[in-house]
């Protein structure tokens, strides 16, 4: 499911599922967010996230169960794991960064991001709903105007808007990833772990609001995300109901 490989301080997770184009299951999340916490400061300085194949995540994989409570609370997990890791994450992306795998690219200190690098987050389009945590995530790093366009318009955001608006912290491809995850293990370790914690306590979590909540279940339990579920497997347009 993934990989570890160590490089000087620097440790790779590479999702290894490249036919289902790195997409996420419950396992892959708990995998991920083990070999994250497990990380010896400072031994490991900078966690590299990329993924093998022609996809950097495609997102929950959507045959795996993702619909249960089991898997929102693996990818949480991870999520969470990335934010408190105490060493910088840096996401690979090269290829697509599909809802979930937009998720992670979020939760990830730094990006590195491929000329076919893109992001999209489709809730609107499935009819499911987003924790408070990824949206306001969402907002801090690509800005206001950007994230509706992304969460409300179902917008791409390839390479070159991601670089636009900050998102991608560098371009290039996977040796270039490397180099620059190489470059920030050599900084001074107790400084970048100052730094993250500080950049990180953005004030917001993954609770809701008990309205929030209310909606959110609402939107996973409705109708219209099971009309999303059988159109995408008939290969059709969803027709909504709002309900």
């Known amino acids: 499911m993934i990989v570890l490989e160590r490089d000087g301080h620097v440790l790779s997770i590479t999702f290894d599922r490249d036919p289902h184009r790195n997409s996420l299951t419950t396992k892959v999340c708990t995998e991920v967010a083990a070999a994250i916490e497990a990380v ?6 900078v ?5 093998r194949g022609t996809a950097f995540c495609a997102g929950a994989d959507l045959k795996g169960g993702v619909y249960g409570d089991d898997f929102h609370g693996a990818l949480q997990r991870m999520l969470r794991s990335i934010l408190e890791c105490p060493v ?4 690979d992306v090269q290829g697509p ?4 795998g937009t998720q992670l690219a979020l939760a990830c200190d730094l990006r590195v991001v491929g000329d076919d690098g893109w992001f999209r987050v489709p809730p609107a389009e499935l009819g499911f709903a987003l924790d408070n945590w990824t949206i306001r995530r969402a907002v801090s790093m690509l800005g206001g105007s950007v994230a509706r366009s992304v969460l409300l318009a179902a917008e791409t955001v390839d390479a070159d808007r991601a670089a636009a608006v900050g998102f991608a912290n560098e371009r290039g491809d996977a040796d270039a990833a490397m180099r620059y995850a190489q470059r920030i293990a050599g900084y001074a370790p107790l400084a970048l772990r100052q730094l993250k914690g500080v950049l990180n306590d953005e004030g917001f979590g993954f609770a809701l609001r008990p309205i929030q909540q209310e909606l959110y279940d609402l939107c996973w339990s409705s109708d219209d995300a099971a009309e999303a579920r059988s159109a995408r497997a008939e290969k059709r347009v969803p027709v909504f109901k709002g309900q």
């Open 97 to 100: 960064a599909v809802g979930a």
């Open 47 to 51: 966690v590299l996230i990329r993924g």
């Open 40 to 45: 010896e400061f400072p031994d490991i300085r």
């Open 88 to 91: 910088p994450v840096i996401a």
